[in-house]
């Protein structure tokens, strides 16, 4: 038995948001030409007030589910990445199965690994369904950062925006997920974090994201390049054989450094940061979407999911599509 995605899914809230437009809003120190050099960020989604991380899984997982011809109640286990969920508890994938109108008693549960979640949350899916005991799972990364971003904070706030993305991962005769790898080291947990938390009714701490950009930048490139290379040699693949490595979007400099390291051409790098930003654990699924839709990516093709985020966390999927 194998698991295999059945479908893609992905939402970005609102219009657009220009560079031009948030620095204006936002009174920043800030140009169109330093964002775009330094990370290729062009535009960002922002949620409306009052919708949430679960709002856009919806979406998302609606336009999965549609793509892989299923229902929602054939859904049997729900996963969603979010370092940004609607409430403390409970969790995302609660609310989004209510709001699927799943009564089929799924299982359902938030996976925070921030930037990596999408990876994690897809590995822990397969381990259900190799296992025997879940078939049709919904694996979905949905943020709303702009709500823990400090806009006075020009080295943060113009990186991220909102949005998700959602897969339909589905037992099957054929193969999908080829290998997986997760890692975790918690003793960078400072160079990118929130550290706040709700106590005694109130926020305590600092409730902003807060980042060590080049740390993160440095780590993230050797972490990336080194879980690609498990994942393949796990698999018996080369890199050669890789038809799409779809990254965390988080800045094109990081994605086009992994390719260059994996000797990978970067015209064979799914890059859609551009138009969303980094959306965290929504950004791989966001990215996916966009090429399968887009129809570069295609089923039997072999395709290379990296993520690196907070904690710090980092994990790869390697899958025939
Ligand atoms: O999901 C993972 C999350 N994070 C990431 O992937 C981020 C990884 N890091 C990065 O992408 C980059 O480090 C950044 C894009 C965040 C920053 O680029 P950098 O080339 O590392 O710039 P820097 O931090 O070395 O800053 C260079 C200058 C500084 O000014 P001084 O000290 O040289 O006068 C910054 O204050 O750029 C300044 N700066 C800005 N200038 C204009 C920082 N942010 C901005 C800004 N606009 N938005």
Not at 20 to 46: C, F, K, P, Q, Y
Not at 81 to 99: E, G, H, M, R
Request: aromatic fraction near 6%.
């Amino acid at each position: 038995m194998h698991a295999r995605i059945s479908g893609t899914g992905s939402y970005l809230p609102g219009e657009p948001v220009s560079n031009a437009a948030l620095i204006a809003a936002h009174g920043l120190e800030s140009s169109d030409e330093w964002i775009v050099e330094r990370t290729g960020i062009r535009n960002r989604h922002l949620a409306a007030v009052g919708v949430s991380s679960s709002d856009l899984a919806l979406e998302a997982s609606l336009r999965a589910l549609a793509a892989a011809g299923r229902k929602p109640e054939d859904v049997d286990l729900i996963i969603v990445a979010t370092s940004t969920p609607d409430f403390v508890f409970p969790s995302s994938a609660a609310l989004l199965q209510n709001k699927l109108g799943i009564t089929n008693g799924a299982a359902a549960f938030d996976v925070q690994a921030v930037c990596s979640g999408f990876v994690y949350g897809l590995t822990i899916a397969e381990k259900f369904i190799l296992s025997g005991s879940h078939k049709c799972a919904l694996v979905v990364g949905a943020e709303v950062f702009s709500r823990i971003l400090d806009w006075t904070d020009r080295g943060t706030c113009v990186l991220f925006g909102d949005g998700a993305g959602a897969v339909v991962l589905e037992a099957s005769d054929e193969p999908g997920l080829l290998a997986s790898a997760l890692h975790a080291d918690g003793s960078h947990h400072g160079i990118l974090s929130v550290p706040g938390q709700l106590c005694g009714g109130m926020a305590t701490g600092d409730p902003f994201l807060r980042m060590d950009g080049q740390a993160v930048f440095k780590f993230a490139v050797k972490v990336l390049a080194e879980v690609a290379n498990e994942v393949l040699a796990a698999a018996g693949l080369t890199a050669a054989q890789v038809d799409w490595l779809i990254p965390h979007q988080a800045n094109v400099r990081i994605l086009q450094a992994t390719a260059k390291r994996l000797h990978l051409p970067p015209e064979k790098c799914i890059i859609t940061v551009a138009h969303h930003g980094n959306t965290s654990a929504a950004s791989i699924p966001l990215a996916l979407d966009e090429a399968v839709r887009s129809g570069r990516v295609r089923r039997g093709q072999n395709l290379l999911l990296e993520g690196v985020g907070g904690g710090f966390t980092w994990g790869a999927t390697l899958l025939r599509f």
